[in-house]
């Protein structure tokens, strides 16, 4: 399977920073991936998906990017409903072989 | 709006099998081009994809679970479920179903049963 790394594990930030977050693939997988957010207690949801497309109701300081092997998603300007744990996906064998991600913790500083 | 809800045991026994039910609600199962999935998380292993399937029965399972994976469908009740032969501790996370597509990802999610294995 493929492998997903995710850099940071986690990072502390302020309201109105920029934050990235990077996601490694053990190998070419093309220009699909997907990010999710996942708040305490909830499911994580899509935010991104196809590398850069914005899931309906996603703000636009939500941005991804990336082909490859190497895929980044950007907050710029966190607001406090952005501390949350971010997951990247991958679908280059679909519908077998998804992984994830081990997930990026937003948390305030 | 499509809507899913996980049922089955919360506590179980090693050596026993796991089984989960998703029901659908807001749509149907027939018909659709939905994959429909289940996944679970715990601390130890993150995010883990077990499988999918289709409305035709047509299914998908994980490498590292299809052994032990089992998953049906039954289009009359719009539900889906999963088998899970021989749990062990291992096995303990809490557990998703969803719909799924290659290119918007898994937009729905039910809301997740937490499933614990005691040896």
């Known amino acids: 399977d493929i492998q997903m790394t995710q850099s940071p594990s986690s990072v502390a930030a302020s309201v109105g920073d920029r934050v990235t977050i990077t996601c490694r693939a053990s190998?070419?997988?093309?220009?699909?991936l997907a990010w999710y957010q996942q708040k305490p207690g909830k499911a994580p949801q899509v935010l991104i998906f196809?590398?850069?497309t914005l899931q309906t109701g996603v703000p636009s300081r939500f941005s991804g990017s990336g082909s490859g092997t190497d895929f980044t998603l950007t907050i710029t300007g966190l607001q406090p409903e952005d501390f949350a744990t971010y997951y990247c996906?991958?679908?280059?064998?679909?519908?077998?072989?998804?992984?994830f991600g081990g997930g990026t913790k937003v948390e305030i500083k | 709006q499509l809507h899913l809800q996980e049922s089955g045991p919360g506590l179980m026994k090693a050596s026993e099998t796991l089984s989960l039910t998703c029901t659908v609600s807001?749509?149907?199962?027939?018909?659709?081009?939905?994959?429909w999935a289940w996944i679970r998380q715990s601390p130890e292993k993150g995010l883990e994809w077990i499988g999918s399937?289709?409305?035709?029965?047509?299914?998908y399972y994980s490498s590292s679970l299809e052994s032990r994976v089992t998953m049906s469908v039954d289009t009359s009740k719009d539900q889906f479920s999963l088998t899970l032969k021989s749990v062990s501790a291992a096995d303990t996370s809490i557990y998703f179903c969803?719909?799924?597509?290659?290119?918007?990802?898994?937009?729905?999610w039910g809301q997740g049963i937490t499933v614990t294995v005691s040896s």
């Open positions: 807001g749509g149907s199962i027939r018909g659709s081009t939905y994959y």
């Open positions: 996906q991958q679908a280059n064998n679909f519908p077998r072989g998804l992984t």
């Open positions: 969803g719909a799924l597509t290659y290119y918007y990802g898994m937009d729905v």
């Open positions: 196809a590398t850069s």
């Open positions: 190998q070419d997988i093309g220009n699909w």
């Open positions: 399937i289709l409305h035709s029965g047509i299914s």
